[in-house]
């Protein structure tokens, strides 16, 4: 373990990278999708294409609406891994455990206004969001998964064996 170094200012620049991807995927699905969408619409009304291209390019929008449902969940579930990762190599006293709560306080704070973003982004436009069930999973029970994700860190942070 004392080969490991950590910078100090705590891999902010990671944790920006990240973020900065995950904004950029959500910005990229809200663009794409009407367009496809349209694309797919327009093809069934076009009288040149057989019933098979018809066919092969709805199954073509589904795979890719299901591509992004699970691209979304792999960076649910890498977010949460890093995170924890992280908060086994960090050394750090329990007092600041205090710290954690009032992050995660924040952060349930903030999951608000994420849901209640969706919420109105899904009453805007349903047709699209009905194509990513795990997504709509993952935005109806955000609280539950902050707060697992919040005790499995603490437990990971606190719980590691000392040498």
Known sequence: MKYLRFNKKGNLQDIMFILTIFAM?????ITVIPI???VISNAQDDDDL????KTDLTNMGETFYNGLDVGFLILVIMGFLSVLISAYFID???IMALGG???G??????ATA??????????KSPEV???FPITNFIINNIFVIIIIFMFLTILVLYGKWRQ
């Open 101 to 103: 709560i009032a992050f």
């Open 36 to 38: 496809i969408q349209k």
């Open 114 to 123: 994420i849901v209640k973003t969706m919420e109105y982004l899904i009453e």
């Open 92 to 94: 750090i006293h329990p």
């Open 50 to 53: 057989t019933v098979q291209d």
């Open 129 to 131: 969001f009905s194509e």
């Open 25 to 29: 995927f959500v910005l990229l699905c």
């Open 105 to 110: 306080i924040i952060l349930l704070i903030g």
